[in-house]
């Protein structure tokens, strides 16, 4: 299928907010990982996170607005205004019914929901606020965005664990390759250090308890691996036609150039132990893309820091690339900030277009022992490294497999 | 009285006092939304104590509006 420009991005992550800050703290390999305060969490079996600081100091939300809405549309709302700015694009001067907006969330907006669930049960009806209603679900944040700049055009939130996003950076691209719209804001965010949404993520099995030693708890292919550790934070992009992005001489980042998706069809919370469909999905993006295995100079990986996830996602990597498997520079940059879920696609395709920009791949932290072995994991400082053409690998629970091809602008 | 009422308003949707004009609709004034007066007329009644129909407290009501709905409620109507 037709490539699509990406001319803009903004980050929000516990990396930093803005893409300079962002950069310099993923070069320096630098972990953001710590003990949760924003609530006592110390009685749950993980209590480790990436946080947000001091969000409202980077945005010009109305003090009126912020009472209305949760942390993952604020955070999405900055996100949105960075990468606006970063694409040069003057949004009121577009036709508001070409521009759309696709974003990815995973589990929805838990800190409004909670303290007002718990005001309903304390306080009985009249103590919950009505914005409640329009606040928590995972629709939100486009909504508020969409309002925010007056977005009228064709519009989706994709829910697909920590897929969601870029499976919406997937159809954004598509919507924009059938000319339904100019210009697309995708990509995705996610809340989850509240009380109630922690102990899903609790529940769900997957993160490390390795409280003691936060830096260190989040280790995806090492041996001593324990599971992952949670983050919160948006990354969107400015996506429109490589036609119109010359046309108004925007800086083309890079090209999404291809998409797959495929399910394993296997089990509730794991994935296949046979990667089939994931080895699949990367076949299609590459096929998609119109380019050979052997083009791929850099994978961004998902890294659970599971046996079976980290197991099968570099059997997958095997089982496409061959021989050149051993060969191709890999990562895993969100080791330094936490697992976004919903939102981790699209902060990795970030990642993917800032390591194209400037020609260095931010490392893995806390692999000592490789395991799988076989793959050319990134570790230590960053590594220079030109990359023309990358993939991206996003798993979702159950098995939703997601694959992105970036070419550099 | 006024001020009580606009206290609430202030408080609850985080305006400027100076934006609340007696008796511009506070729609056109100030942008309300009706999300926005169902949280209003919920402080109104903890306010000042009193049932209140929402139906006589609209976004399309004026402070001056507002006044004389609570003054008749208070006088017993």
Redesign the interface.
Known sequence: MEKIAVTGLGIVSPSGIGRRQFWANLKSGRSFIKKITRFDASRYPAHIAGQIEDLEKYSHV???L???IDAFSHMALIASELALKDAALDITKEDPNLVGIFLGNAIGGWLYAETELRDLYIEGR?GV???M??AWFPAAPQGQVSIYYGIKGFSKTVVADRASSLQAIGYARKTLVKRKLDVILAGGMEAPVTPYALLCCNTYGGLSCDNGNPETAYRPFDSRRSGFVIGEGAGIVVMETVERARKRKAGIMAYISGYASTCDGFDRILPDSEPTQLARAMRMALFDAGITADQIDYISLDGMALDLWDKTEAEAIRDVFGRRASSIPVSCPKTMFGNLLGASGAVDLIITMLAMENQAVPPTLNIDTPDPQGLDYVIGPARQCRIEKAMIISRGRGGINSILVVEKG | MKERIKEVFVKQ???KPEELKDDVRLYDGIGVDS??M??VV?AL?KTFGMKLNPKEITKFSTISDIEKVIQSRAAGN
């Open positions: 109305s003090e009126r912020l009472k209305k009249q606020s009505p914005f209603a329009s | 949707l985080k305006v999300t926005e169902v949280e919920i009644e």
